[in-house]
Nanobody, 121 residues
Framework: QVQLVESGGGLVQAGGSLRLACAAS????????MGWFRQAPGKEREIVAA????????WYRDSVKDRFTMTSDNAKNTVYLQMNVLKPEDAAVYYC??????????????WGQGTQVTVSS
C-alpha cells in the first residue's frame, strides 16, 4: 500500500509560481497511476492533472493547460506539479492521489494529506 506526502504549498501572488511535490513510500512507475486533485472551499474536488501508470499521456484539465506541468522523478518516487501564472481561482487544497488502474479514476484509493495553495490578487 502506497503512502503519499505532499509538500510545496503556500501563499503566492497572482501571476506567481509554486511547485508541489508528492513523495510516495514505494515505487509508483509501472505500479500506480498518479494524479493531482484540488478542492476549494464550497466546491467539489476536481482533478487537475494525471499521469498514466506507464508514464505516458499526461492529462490536464482545460483551465490549467499551458500553466501547470506534472512530472515524475522515478528514481525518487516523487511526482511534481509545477504551477505557473497562478490565478486566484487556483487557490485550493491540493491533493496527490494514486490508483492501481492504468489511468487514475475519479476516486482513487490512495491520498496524501493535502497542501494548501493560496493565491492573492
Amino acid at each position: 500500500q502506497v503512502q503519499l506526502v505532499e509538500s510545496g504549498g503556500g501563499l503566492v501572488q497572482a501571476g506567481g509560481s509554486l511547485r508541489l511535490a508528492c513523495a510516495a513510500s514505494v515505487r509508483t512507475f509501472g505500479v500506480y497511476s498518479m494524479g493531482w486533485f484540488r478542492q476549494a472551499p464550497g466546491k467539489e474536488r476536481e482533478i487537475v492533472a494525471a499521469i498514466r501508470r506507464d508514464g505516458g499521456n499526461t492529462w490536464y484539465r482545460d483551465s490549467v493547460k499551458d500553466r501547470f506541468t506534472m512530472t515524475s522523478d522515478n528514481a525518487k518516487n516523487t511526482v511534481y506539479l509545477q504551477m505557473n501564472v497562478l490565478k486566484p481561482e487556483d487557490a485550493a487544497v491540493y491533493y496527490c492521489a494514486a490508483d492501481r488502474h492504468m489511468v487514475i479514476t475519479g476516486q482513487p484509493p490512495y491520498w496524501g494529506q493535502g497542501t494548501q495553495v493560496t493565491v492573492s490578487s
